[in-house]
């Protein structure tokens, strides 16, 4: 499937009936969370208000996402707090981008790189319903079969008719490169800045619409939503942005931002 179909269609309100084959369960095989225990969490919305990624908060000032949901910056709202998409109930904070830093390496053929950083324009107000997540340290390492959640909200698919708009959960194993690499997988378009989580015999994953939310390992973000074959299918583990292999890139940007704060 092609990330930028995907988009349009989510874009589209998953309406139309071309979209049927492309749209999924959201988090397929998961749950519903106990409301606002995923404080990290911000959806990203066009600005006429439709979900189409996921993001998480690093600190007050930024967020990550996933490259591939960058679509221009006056396009872009994000909202922090939040728990249904549809009910208003009084937690939320939406947050204007001010600056869009998709990793300069990103390459949407390989899906390499897949990760974008995001200047708020005004800090996130952190509260009892929102607030950041730690990130794992450069290179750090996470074991095969270590569980890891993963969250977001993306849609269902039209068959199911309504659009459930409340955020959803799984938990998920880490599968190692080798296998994820492998001629029964992904057959060499692994590479060492992703990681992939799942079950062999498929069941639970993320899936579009949950782009760019975060896969949370010991309490830290080691992924970003990135890509996969479908969802959920068997020997097709998704596949996420290794967060470990950009914190260097990560610091160094909101660093030089903040230097360039302070001599103006
Ligand atoms: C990149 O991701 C898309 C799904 O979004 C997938 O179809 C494609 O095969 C991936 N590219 C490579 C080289 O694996
Ligand atoms: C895996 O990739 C190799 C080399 O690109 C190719 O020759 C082979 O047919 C692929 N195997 C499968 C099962 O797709
Ligand atoms: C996955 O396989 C390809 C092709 O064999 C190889 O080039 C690549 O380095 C492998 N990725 C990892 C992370 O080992």
């Not at 998953?14 to 969370?33: F, H, K, M, T």
């Amino acid at each position: 499937m092609e990330l930028p179909s995907l988009l349009l269609c989510i874009l589209l309100k998953v309406s139309a009936v071309g979209c049927q084959v492309l749209a999924q369960e959201r988090i397929v095989g998961g749950y519903v969370p106990v409301p606002h225990s995923i404080k990290y969490i911000v959806s990203i919305q066009t600005t006429d208000r439709q979900h189409f990624c996921g993001g998480f908060l690093i600190n007050k000032f930024w967020v990550i996402t996933a490259a591939h949901c960058n679509i221009g910056l006056n396009r872009m709202v994000m909202v922090a707090g939040d728990y249904s998409l549809t009910v208003y109930e009084g937690t939320e904070q939406e947050i204007q981008p001010q600056i869009l830093l998709p990793h300069p390496d990103y390459n949407s053929v390989t899906n390499n790189s897949d990760i974008m950083l995001i200047k708020l324009r005004a800090p996130v107000f952190l509260n009892s319903y929102i607030s950041v997540v730690l990130l794992p340290r450069q290179d750090a390492t996470i074991a095969e079969g270590k569980m890891c959640r993963v969250s977001g909200w993306g849609y269902t698919a039209p068959s199911g008719g309504q659009i459930p708009s409340t955020l959803r959960t799984v938990t998920l194993p880490i599968v190692s490169m080798e296998k994820c690499n492998s001629s029964d997988s992904f057959n060499g378009s692994i590479t060492e800045s992703m990681l992939c989580a799942g079950y062999s015999l498929g069941g639970k994953d993320a899936c579009q619409g949950d782009s760019g939310g975060p896969l949370v390992c010991n309490g830290r973000a080691y992924g970003v939503v990135s890509w996969g074959k479908g969802c959920a299918e068997a020997q097709f583990p998704g596949v996420y942005t290794a967060v470990s292999k950009f914190r260097k890139w990560i610091d160094e940007t909101i660093f030089s931002y903040y230097s360039r704060c302070h001599t103006n």
